[in-house]
Nanobody, 115 residues
């Protein structure tokens, strides 16, 4: 059974930082493209960071330089380090694992950026 369990979300002030974790079980993250998405109320799901099976990361322009994706293959865990957070970063952040015929989602962790 595949599980992706996100953690690390919460309430943070504008300009603050958070690190999200995605602990995977039932798969080896080195065999998957791993990604973080976010979904704000009333908006479509948006890709914010990805890391390939060989460890190459990619970001949309909107978060480049402030979000960093990384992984610990020993812990089978993917991280998203977020800095300089803004209120518009408020969303549910979801972890995704994708391979040719397999696609898995976590349940998400809420990030709220507010003073």
């Amino acid at each position: 059974q595949v599980q992706l369990v996100e953690s690390g979300g919460g309430l943070v002030q504008p300009g603050g930082s958070l690190r999200l974790s995605c602990a995977a079980s039932g798969i080896n993250i080195e065999n998957f493209d791993m990604a973080w998405y976010r979904q704000a109320p009333g908006k479509s799901r948006e890709l914010v960071a990805s890391i390939s099976g060989v460890g190459k990361s990619n970001y949309p322009r909107s978060v480049r330089g402030v979000f960093t994706i990384s992984r610990d293959t020993g812990k089978n865990t993917v991280y998203l380090q977020m800095s300089s957070l803004k209120p518009e970063d408020t969303a549910v952040y979801l972890c995704n694992a994708n391979q040719l015929f397999q696609n898995y989602w976590g349940q998400g962790t809420q990030v709220t950026v507010s003073s």
